[in-house]
Nanobody
């Protein structure tokens, strides 16, 4: 089993910044991609950004130029730096990762964190 624990959410004024962190622990042999999703009330969960083990990043158009995803492989941690926050960024942010959990299998498994609330006041 793999556990993902997010932190760093909160209430911020529009134009402000927040930094989310997600630490992965448990039975981890290798981490493939990690990323952040978000879900606003009444909306479907959507990809915000993800990053491969090699450092290649991908962003939703709505956050390009404002958000930056990064990872520390030694700490099994992924970060999301969010700048110039807007009210439409208000959502629960979920950490997601694809993990290989053993050396004898190349299968990867997807895990989710419990989510952290980000609220941007206008």
């Amino acid at each position: 089993q793999v556990q993902l624990v997010e932190s760093g959410g909160g209430l911020v004024q529009g134009g402000g910044s927040l930094r989310l962190s997600c630490v992965a622990s448990g039975r981890i042999f290798n981490i493939n991609s990690m990323g952040w999703y978000r879900q606003a009330p009444g909306k479907e969960r959507e990809l915000v950004a993800d990053i491969t083990s090699g450092g290649r990043t991908n962003y939703a158009d709505s956050v390009k130029g404002r958000f930056t995803i990064s990872r520390d492989n030694a700490k099994n941690t992924v970060y999301l730096q969010m700048n110039s926050l807007k009210s439409e960024d208000t959502a629960v942010y979920y950490c997601n990762g694809a993990f290989r959990t053993s050396s004898w299998s190349t299968s990867t498994y997807e895990y989710w964190g419990q989510g952290t609330q980000v609220t941007v006041s206008s």
